[in-house]
C-alpha cells in the first residue's frame, strides 16, 4: 500500500502555484531598498474644513476640520475622477467635486467608495456655543487650534511620516503653519511635515477630503433632524476630538 500511494504520487500532476494579486500590485506601485524589502511609503493628510468661523446668530453652530488620510494619493484622485461635478447646483464656475455642490446619489457612494478605499479619517469638531469666547469670536485663533487639534490626532493615530497638504484657502499664512508642525513635532517628535497647499480644483484628493468633512459638517449642522448622522454613520473607522 506505501509503495503505491508513493508511486501514484510520482505521476500527479503538480498544482499550478496561485498567483499573488496582493503582492503583484503592491510592487507595481512601493518601491524597495537595496536588499528587496519594501518601503514603508509615507502617508499624505489632505486637510479641508466645513462650516463658518463666524460667531454670530446666522454663523453655523459647528466648525469642523478634518483629514483624508492615505498612502496612495492617486487612487484618491482616481475615485474622485469617476463622479460628475456639480449636480446639485447649476452656473457653478469650479470644476470640482464639492459636498455643497453634489446631489445626495453622488457624494454619498462617493464617500462610501472613499472610505472603502481604506482612507482613514479624522476631524476636530468646535461646537462654538460651549468654546471659550475667546476661541469662538477669533476666527483666526478657532482655525489654527483646530489644525493643531488635528495634527495631535493624527499623529497619535497614524504610523510613519505624514506629509500634510492644506487647500490653499487656508485661513493660516504658511509661517503660522510652520509654527504649528514645530510644536507638534516637539510634542511627540513624529515627523509631521508640512508639505504646503494646493488649489483644490486642481487637486482631487483634497476633493476627497471635502467630501468627508462636508458630510461631517453637514451631519452637525443640519436643519432637518431626518439628514442628521447619515454621513458620519457611513464613516467607518472615523476618528474624531470634540472641543
Avoid at 21 to 28: I, Y
Avoid at 35 to 41: H, L, S, T
Avoid at 64 to 82: E, F, R
Avoid at 103 to 124: D, L
Wanted: glycine residues 8%; aromatic residues 6%; without cysteine.
Amino acid at each position: 500500500m506505501f509503495f503505491r500511494k508513493r508511486f501514484r504520487s510520482l505521476f500527479r500532476p503538480r498544482k499550478t502555484p496561485v498567483r499573488n494579486n496582493k503582492a503583484s500590485e503592491r510592487a507595481k506601485v512601493q518601491q524597495r531598498d537595496g536588499g528587496g524589502r519594501f518601503v514603508a511609503r509615507p502617508k499624505h493628510a489632505f486637510v479641508d474644513e466645513s462650516g463658518d468661523l463666524g460667531a454670530s446668530g446666522k454663523s453655523d453652530r459647528y466648525f469642523v476640520i478634518g483629514s483624508a488620510v492615505t498612502a496612495n494619493p492617486k487612487s484618491l484622485q482616481k475615485i474622485v475622477s469617476k463622479y460628475p461635478k456639480n449636480t446639485k447646483r447649476s452656473n457653478v464656475s469650479a470644476d470640482e467635486l464639492k459636498f455643497s455642490t453634489s446631489a445626495a446619489a453622488i457624494k454619498g457612494p462617493a464617500i462610501i467608495e472613499i472610505i472603502n478605499n481604506g482612507t482613514k479619517t479624522f476631524a476636530v469638531i468646535t461646537d462654538k456655543k460651549s468654546a471659550d469666547k475667546s476661541v469662538s469670536r477669533s476666527g483666526k485663533k478657532l482655525y489654527s487650534e483646530s489644525v493643531e487639534e488635528l495634527l495631535i490626532l493624527i499623529s497619535k493615530n497614524v504610523k510613519g511620516d505624514v506629509h500634510v497638504i492644506l487647500d490653499e484657502n487656508t485661513a493660516l499664512t504658511e509661517g503660522e503653519t510652520r509654527a504649528i508642525f514645530g510644536k507638534i513635532k516637539k510634542k511627540d517628535g513624529k515627523k509631521m511635515i508640512y508639505a504646503g497647499t494646493l488649489n483644490s480644483q486642481h487637486e482631487k484628493a483634497i476633493q476627497a477630503a471635502d467630501l468627508i468633512v462636508g458630510g461631517i459638517g453637514h451631519d452637525l449642522n443640519a436643519t432637518s433632524h431626518a439628514d442628521f448622522g447619515w454621513y458620519k454613520k457611513r464613516m467607518r473607522g472615523l476618528k474624531t476630538k470634540k472641543r
